[in-house]
T-cell receptor
Framework: SAVISQKPSRDICQRGTSLTIQCQVD?????MFWYRQQPGQSLTLIAT?????????ESGFVIDKFPISRPNLTFSTLTVSNMSPEDSSIYLC????????????FGEGSRLTVL | GDSVTQMEGPVTLSEEAFLTINCTYT??????LFWYVQYPGEGLQLLLK?????DKGSNKGFEATYRKETTSFHLEKGSVQVSDSAVYFC???????????????FGKGITLSVRP
């Protein structure tokens, strides 16, 4: 398994500002992902964080809005830019460790409220 | 594309009742299947998994069997407890048959409340 630490755990933000969420894993992982969970909804994949290169974004998500970095195997950041109330969500970092089943481990999430 | 369909919720049961949460999937190959649980105020945790047809995943008294013929992965527990109150997500991973990076596709989730 893996222990995943996300910061901040929650924040209240003003419209138009940007916030960066950090994800630190206690062991080397093969893959890192960022998910969004909107209120009362399921999880939606935002992007795959690639080490040392640009993230791979899912349909509907763009780099200008959600820039992602992954400078090494155990750390990644997600920035939510120019926030609006529609960005109020829980943002989750998830990782895949070396396995053959495809299961992911999740951080506790960062709950953002945009006023 | 891949998709996961869960039964509509929420579900409210009395303690010691039998639980079934339905999950069906659509996929072009042979995905791995998972149940994740999210307890109040906590992050998502893997509850159980199955990686091939007829596999049965089990954990904490919960079970689910990978049924390829009905493309289902229903979650069951014989006697629920108040501590089982949580949101349950069914998910699939397409890793092996796409050759691409692991991606989890989630169902909408269902909230289970267990009354004492």
């Amino acid at each position: 398994s893996a222990v995943i630490s996300q910061k901040p755990s929650r924040d209240i933000c003003q419209r138009g500002t940007s916030l960066t969420i950090q994800c630190q894993v206690d062991s080397q992982v093969t893959m890192m992902f960022w998910y969004r969970q909107q209120p009362g909804q399921s999880l939606t994949l935002i992007a795959t964080a690639n080490q040392g290169s640009e993230a791979t974004y899912e349909s509907g998500f763009v780099i200008d809005k959600f820039p992602i970095s992954r400078p090494n195997l155990t750390f990644s950041t997600l920035t939510v830019s120019n926030m609006s109330p529609e960005d109020s969500s829980i943002y989750l970092c998830s990782v895949e460790i070396l396995s053959n089943t495809g299961e992911l481990f999740f951080g506790e999430g960062s709950r953002l409220t945009v006023l | 594309g891949d998709s996961v369909t869960q039964m509509e919720g929420p579900v409210t049961l009395s303690e010691e009742a039998f639980l079934t949460i339905n999950c069906t999937y659509t996929a072009t190959g042979y995905p791995s299947l998972f149940w994740y649980v999210q307890y109040p105020g906590e992050g998502l945790q893997l509850l159980l998994k199955a990686t091939k047809a007829d596999d049965k995943g089990s954990n904490k008294g919960f079970e689910a069997t990978y049924r390829k013929e009905t493309t289902s992965f229903h979650l069951e527990k014989g006697s629920v407890q108040v501590s089982d109150s949580a949101v349950y997500f069914c998910a699939l991973s397409d890793r092996f048959y796409t050759g691409a990076n692991s991606k989890l596709t989630f169902g909408k989730g269902i909230t289970l409340s267990v009354r004492p």
